[in-house]
């Protein structure tokens, strides 16, 4: 989420509610990794965002490559 | 090696680019590397164990318990292809023979390096005391699952060691949960140092009005632990003793320089010195075309600013700056991009959206052009040398993009706006009570520095000239 962008506009609020949610009047909180059963919500939300705000990733598209040294995703 | 002869193409198709510090900065310019053709190797070296994750929300939804503190992997852009060494910290650099020196004695070659270092927190100053169970602070994720799990055991006070905008967060998110919470800023408000005495006044009713117990012009004396090494209570400079079973100490951030010591780069407690287009600076001033720079580690010129030097710990310029650094990593001389990113932030807490767009602590006056402090809800533009150099807002967030324009047309200060709504004459300019420049103020997320690129000669400038 770039925060800087926002400009409080609720609409991914308003198309994912589970994810998005406006916290007082203008302050947005977001769950930063959402389960897959959230993932049309979230496409939906990300594609509404009037000023591009959201980026989204999906596990399945790209990670990080065979060998790294850390543990699995989300 | 493929660059040595300063060959961008030869780089772009052949070379290895390395990238120290895994996070925000690194993958942003790794991605952008990529996007940009380049087809060489990539390393990226990180001293955490884990994948480039977010910082913000760890302040925010994870102390509120609504997002796990290893929940904020940041989304990736594009695949990248690169060798990860995580849980690995550079310990050298040797510029000479382009090597990076690894924890584990190993050394890696490199054809252009990024440093991408950022900062950590800065530690309670006695170690004894910063040891004992229950003294925190707030930085990695690591950080943030400790913090949030004694929030989970409902402390029955915590104690918050400065007011800049990290032990802000904190304290809403303990009061939003109900946790009472004192609060030690040794400046007159909170924020003071970013945003100066006037919005500071509005932010110490914030944390009054939430019933924080805030007491500025306090500094702590000393954390006592009881026999088991558990923190009891803190002293303070009044003489007073408070009881807390957590402290967090939220005093500012320290830049990730040390491994670069002796290395020969302009490289210091501000931060590692680079020209505007991210290429670090060596000890005498002259900029290196193999070493470049971004993220909250790097110190470099703004145009906008006087070509003053600034550091700027915000998310949007780790960005912004990465994918400069990346741009001119594979661009020739001619194509090389400036970053002239306009600084900007925001911050949530006791559920206000505080943003801010340029430099205020370059401000001298600031004039309140919509709403109004009574109400916390307001626009301030604040002005330096009779043009407007920044703009904060609380709730006020979707005037920034105008009043960001403002200033990269040096519109004028006081501002006169018809379409605003202040009485005839426009809004009338008040000092923006920064403290002393030449004063420690905890955390400005924004630090000004002198001209001098050489940190063995630079000279300290203050804010106000
Ligand atoms: C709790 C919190 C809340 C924040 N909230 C906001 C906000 O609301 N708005 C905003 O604009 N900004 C916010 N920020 C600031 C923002 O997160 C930073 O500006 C951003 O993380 C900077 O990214 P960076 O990649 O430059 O540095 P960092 O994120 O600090 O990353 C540097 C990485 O390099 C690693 N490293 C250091 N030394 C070595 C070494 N020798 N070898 C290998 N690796 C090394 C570090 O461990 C770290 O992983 C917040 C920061 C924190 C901590
Ligand atoms: S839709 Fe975009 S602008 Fe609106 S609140 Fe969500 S992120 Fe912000």
């Known amino acids: 989420m770039d925060l800087n962008r926002c400009e409080a506009y609720a609409q991914c609020a308003f198309q994912a509610p589970d994810v998005f949610a406006m916290h007082g009047e203008e302050a947005l909180m977001y769950e930063p990794c959402p389960g897959d059963e959230r993932r049309e919500q979230v496409m939906r939300a990300a594609a509404s965002c009037p000023v591009q705000a959201i980026l989204v990733e999906w596990p399945g598209g790209p990670a990080v490559p065979e060998g790294a040294a850390t543990g699995a995703r989300g | ?465």
């Open chain 2, 1 to 465: 090696m493929p660059a040595a002869d300063g060959s961008a193409e030869e780089f772009r198709r052949r070379g290895h680019a390395v990238v120290v510090g895994a996070s925000l900065a690194g993958l942003r310019a790794a991605e952008t590397l990529r996007e940009e053709g380049f087809a060489g190797t990539l390393t990226m070296i990180g001293d955490e164990p884990h994948e480039p994750y977010d910082r913000p929300p760890l302040s925010k939804q994870v102390l509120l318990g609504r997002t796990g503190a290893g929940d904020t992997l940041l989304p990736r852009r594009r695949a990248l292809e690169a060798r990860w060494l995580l849980g690995t910290a550079a310990t050298g650099l040797d510029l000479a023979g382009r090597r990076v020196r690894l924890a584990g004695g190993e050394e890696v070659r490199y054809d252009r390096l990024l440093i991408a270092t950022g900062t950590r927190a800065r530690p309670w100053i006695k170690e004894t005391e910063a040891a004992l169970d229950g003294v925190l602070t707030l930085r990695t994720g690591d950080d943030a699952a400790r913090l949030a799990r004694r929030l989970d055991a409902r402390p029955r006070r915590v104690l918050v060691i400065g007011a800049g905008f990290t032990g802000s967060e904190i304290t809403s998110a303990c009061r939003e949960r109900g946790i009472d919470v004192t609060v030690a800023e040794r400046g007159p408000a909170p924020l003071v140092g970013a945003l100066g005495g006037v919005v500071g006044a509005v932010a110490a009713e914030l944390h009054h009005a939430h019933g924080v117990d805030l007491r500025c012009g306090i500094t702590v004396t000393a954390l006592e632990g009881d026999p088991a090494g558990r923190l009891r209570c803190a002293h303070l400079s009044d003489g007073t003793t408070l009881e807390a079973d957590a402290a967090v100490v939220a005093l500012g951030a320290v830049r990730n320089t040390e491994w670069l010591a002796g290395s020969g780069l302009a490289a210091g407690p501000r931060g590692v010195a680079c020209d505007a287009g991210c290429r670090a600076f060596d000890v005498h001033g002259i900029v290196t075309d193999d070493v470049f720079v971004a993220g909250d580690v790097a110190r470099s010129p703004h145009p906008l600013f006087g070509y003053q030097f600034l550091s700027l710990e915000h998310w949007g310029n780790a960005v912004a700056q990465a994918e400069v650094a990346a741009h001119n990593m594979v661009s020739p001389g001619p194509e090389r991009r400036p970053h002239l990113w306009l600084p900007a932030f925001w911050s949530a807490q006791f559920g206000i959206n505080i943003k801010s767009v340029g430099v205020p602590p370059m401000g001298r006056e600031l004039a309140i052009v919509q709403g109004s402090l009574a109400e916390r809800r307001f626009a301030a533009v604040y002005g330096h040398q009779g043009r407007v150099i920044a703009a904060v807002t609380f709730d006020h967030g979707r005037w920034l993009p105008f009043y960001g324009r403002l200033i990269e047309t040096a519109a004028p200060f006081p501002p006169d706006f018809a379409q605003v709504d202040r009485a005839p004459g426009g809004p009338r300019p008040i000092p923006a009570e920064f403290p002393d420049p030449a004063l420690p103020t905890h955390g400005p997320t924004v630090t000004l520095s002198g001209y001098a690129p050489s940190e063995r000669r630079v000279t300290f400038v203050p804010a106000r000239v």
